[in-house]
């Protein structure tokens, strides 16, 4: 959810309160990528060979889903706790219940207004219940791993 979060910052400058919403833009948009075209001489730096004319680079639209969690490395999926499934993304591991999900903007220091998260876990079987986000501080942090 952390990375669905991300990803939907980085397209519309904020975070997601409707989890459906969120799955409906992973299973269904895109993110910008910026790749080189060209080949690159080992004799010179990324930088030479772009103002060289050698390289560029290109903006290309890219699926969330697969570039965000399909085509991830081989040794991160296997660091995951639960296989991915886009489909009980939104759903609590143990209830099987929707996870609680918040968004908005707090005010952090100097009046810079930031955009924030929060998802929690609606019947946690122990405390403190899962969590990832805040609704008090902004930071993507939380007490699950990916």
Same mark, same amino acid.
């Given at each position: 959810?952390?990375?669905? $979060? $991300?990803?939907?910052?980085?397209?519309?400058?904020?975070?997601?309160?409707?989890?459906?919403?969120?799955?409906?833009?992973? &299973? @269904?948009?895109? !993110? @910008?990528? !910026?790749?080189?075209?060209?080949?690159?001489? =080992?004799?010179?730096?990324?930088?030479?060979? #772009?103002?060289?004319? %050698? %390289?560029?680079?290109?903006?290309?639209?890219?699926?969330?889903?697969?570039? &965000?969690?399909? @085509?991830?490395?081989?040794?991160?999926?296997?660091?995951?706790?639960?296989?991915? /499934? %886009?489909?009980?993304?939104? #759903?609590?591991?143990?209830?099987?219940?929707?996870?609680?999900? $918040?968004?908005?903007?707090?005010?952090?220091?100097?009046?810079?207004?930031?955009?924030?998260?929060?998802? &929690? =876990?609606?019947?946690?079987?122990?405390?403190?219940?899962?969590?990832?986000?805040?609704?008090?501080?902004?930071?993507? /942090?939380? /007490?699950?791993?990916?």
């Amino acid at each position: 959810i952390r990375t669905a $979060q $991300q990803a939907y910052r980085e397209v519309h400058g904020k975070y997601m309160g409707d989890l459906d919403s969120l799955i409906a833009f992973v &299973k @269904n948009d895109s !993110i @910008n990528e !910026i790749r080189a075209i060209g080949i690159k001489p =080992d004799t010179l730096t990324l930088a030479e060979a #772009l103002s060289a004319g %050698i %390289i560029k680079r290109d903006t290309f639209k890219v699926s969330v889903l697969d570039t &965000k969690f399909l @085509n991830v490395s081989e040794t991160a999926m296997k660091k995951r706790k639960y296989p991915f /499934n %886009i489909e009980t993304m939104g #759903l609590a591991p143990y209830s099987g219940k929707p996870f609680i999900c $918040q968004a908005g903007e707090i005010e952090v220091s100097g009046g810079i207004i930031r955009p924030v998260f929060e998802v &929690k =876990d609606p019947e946690p079987i122990e405390e403190p219940a899962l969590t990832v986000g805040s609704m008090v501080e902004a930071h993507t /942090n939380g /007490n699950w791993k990916e």
